[in-house]
């Protein structure tokens, strides 16, 4: 099973996006597991998930972030500003996807 993680200052906006993000899966027959963390607890999930997404209000940690994701040849992006925005789901997932394959 494949599995997602976005990262995000307070949760609250990312775990809408999750939701709408886990819909898309489920309608498309996807078997994936995506969850949502602050940003203070993206070491500790490192070596669990095979991506990870950034919510743009905290992009400014990318830089941090990818040297750690580098090192555990795991992908990472920040998720683009208007999908997010108008919690495209799909798109944000079928982006993730493409990350990993």
Known sequence: MTKILLCCAAGMS???VVKKMRESATNKGIEVQIDAIGLEEF???LAEYDCFLLGPQIKYKLNDFKIKADQAG???AVINQMDYG???GEKILADALAMIN
């Open 86 to 88: 108008m919690m495209k």
């Open 74 to 76: 795991k992908p990472i």
């Open 43 to 45: 070491d500790s999930h």
């Open 14 to 16: 990312t775990s809408m």
